[in-house]
């Protein structure tokens, strides 16, 4: 609570306050970095001593509602993003497209608030989002009345995924208190979802109860219809939450998973995808214009995103060699193709298990997700299956998206969270994200660019080395 309000405080000293945006730097009050970082800390710190769980869920959900309160007293806290959304939503509301035109060139009244890099770029978000900026725009009749509005769904979405905590956790056997604890106190939730008002708390607040009406209703098509609407809704705000569908589809198969009954439930659980997509698109009249602003989402080029970083090297690699390769475009591009085989390769697993539900499956003592391996696959492994596939594939997308900011690290916090058994491998890069970034949105790996690379570069090819000698140890364990 201390540390919250430390936070809080930092926020109305240097914080992302509506006015123009001032030049990257840490600050010209070094009491507003220490106040920030000593808050984080704080938070952090108690986060992490009950990432096992907290004494109950009823003492999860007060704790962590006590902790967001200063916090919904602060103005935006570690991003301007919240003043791109206003623009974009006002560019809307004023017929211009805005997965054509920048919000600078639009014309936006508010875009000295704006972060320089983005103001000349499209909106990379869904028809359903861009929607919701239109109204936030309208109702809030200003700049502050705006940023009201959009940490008001901010809110909700995390209100929302909130409640649908404690079913997604019983149907995957977790500890509700637990996984209440770890989503909610998070403070990357309190930081950047709640203070921060970002839009990705509106797509867990769709994404989560999609998948909850999954796995209570499997099979039955009103409620896969239902789930998938839910499901396409949490695309058009987000385009990330697509790797979470083949998932999805798996988790609406009740009993035994065969081809005809991933084909005839997933058909359902399609249908309601493509509609809401279908429809979005249409009641926005911007068509699929929003895919073509995914390409621009990567112009910040940062540390953080180990393919980046992992062609910083090799840039510099090259410089020592008189030579300018220009690999960064190169790896995050092998990232991406990378990313579809880990998806894929997820995917198939999970379906596989699921397929020989009376069959021990002998391997190691446990999967990456920290779920046991050589044991029945029975109806309650089904859902935490299908959950934990779909964390782990939006943890490899945060791994291997061509960008990383500290937010994109609560897509698989949430689902890791009921679903994993082991805490700690997805906590920890969790805790050292919440120190990455400052109060008025300076990301601190702009001050730390070259041994910053050096270091995630490092920790990708141990960890690469590590994956590597750990399937061969399974290979080599698998009965001929």
Not at 181 to 203: E, Q, R, Y
Not at 238 to 251: E, G, Q
Not at 458 to 467: C, E, K, N, Q
């Amino acid at each position: 609570m201390v540390g919250a309000v430390l936070l809080t405080v930092a926020g109305w000293l240097g914080g992302a306050l509506p006015r123009a945006t001032p030049a990257p730097g840490l600050g010209d009050e070094p009491w507003t970095v220490a106040l920030w970082l000593a808050g984080t800390a704080l938070m952090v710190g108690a986060w992490w001593v009950l990432r096992r769980g907290a004494p109950s869920t009823r003492w999860a959900y007060r704790t962590a509602g006590l902790w967001a309160l200063p916090l919904l007293a602060a103005p935006p806290l570690g991003s301007r993003d919240v003043y791109s959304y206003a623009c974009q939503g006002w560019a809307y509301a004023h017929d211009v497209d805005p997965y054509a035109t920048g919000v600078a060139e639009a014309g936006c009244p508010w875009v000295d608030a704006v972060a320089p890099i983005w103001r000349d770029t499209p909106a990379p978000y869904g028809p359903v989002f861009v929607l919701l900026a239109a109204l936030a725009v309208t109702l809030g009749g200003g700049l502050v009345g705006a940023v009201v509005a959009f940490r008001s769904l901010a809110v909700a979405g995390v209100l929302v995924a909130a409640v649908c905590l404690p079913g997604l956790a019983r149907a995957a056997g977790v500890p509700t208190r637990r996984a209440a604890w770890l989503v909610l106190a998070s403070p990357l939730v309190g930081v950047h979802l709640v203070a921060g008002a970002h839009n990705d708390a509106v797509m867990l607040g769709l994404l989560l109860p999609g998948l909850l009406v999954l796995v209570r209703r499997p099979g039955r098509p009103g409620p896969l219809l239902l789930a998938g609407a839910l499901l396409g809704l949490a695309v058009t705000v987000k385009a990330t939450a697509v790797v979470v569908l083949p998932f999805a589809a798996l988790a609406a198969v009740p009993g035994r998973h065969t081809l005809r009954a991933l084909l005839r439930h997933g058909g359902w659980l399609a249908g309601g995808v493509l509609g809401a997509v279908a429809v979005t698109s249409l009641l926005s009249g911007l068509g699929l214009g929003w895919v073509g602003g995914l390409t621009r989402s990567g112009d910040s080029e940062q540390w953080t995103s180990p393919p980046t970083a992992v062609g910083f090297v090799v840039d510099y690699a090259g410089g020592l060699a008189g030579r300018e390769p220009g690999a960064v475009p190169v790896t995050r591009a092998a990232a991406l193709l990378l990313l579809a085989v880990a998806v894929a390769a997820l995917w198939w697993r999970t379906w596989s298990g699921l397929r020989r539900p009376d069959q021990r499956r002998p391997g190691p003592a446990r999967t990456p997700g920290g779920v046991r391996q050589g044991v029945t696959c029975t109806d309650a492994a089904r859902p935490r299956a299908a959950l934990l596939g779909a964390g782990l594939a939006l943890t490899a997308t945060v791994v291997l998206a061509p960008v990383f900011h500290p937010w994109y690290a609560t897509w698989p916090l949430a689902l890791l969270a009921v679903a994993a058994a082991r805490t700690t491998w997805f906590v920890a890069p969790c805790a050292a994200a919440a120190f990455l970034t400052l109060p008025d949105g300076t990301n601190l790996a702009r001050f730390s660019k070259a041994p910053g690379a050096l270091a995630m570069t490092a920790l990708t090819l141990g960890l690469t080395v590590w994956g590597v000698l750990r399937l061969r140890r399974t290979g080599a364990a698998r009965p001929d």
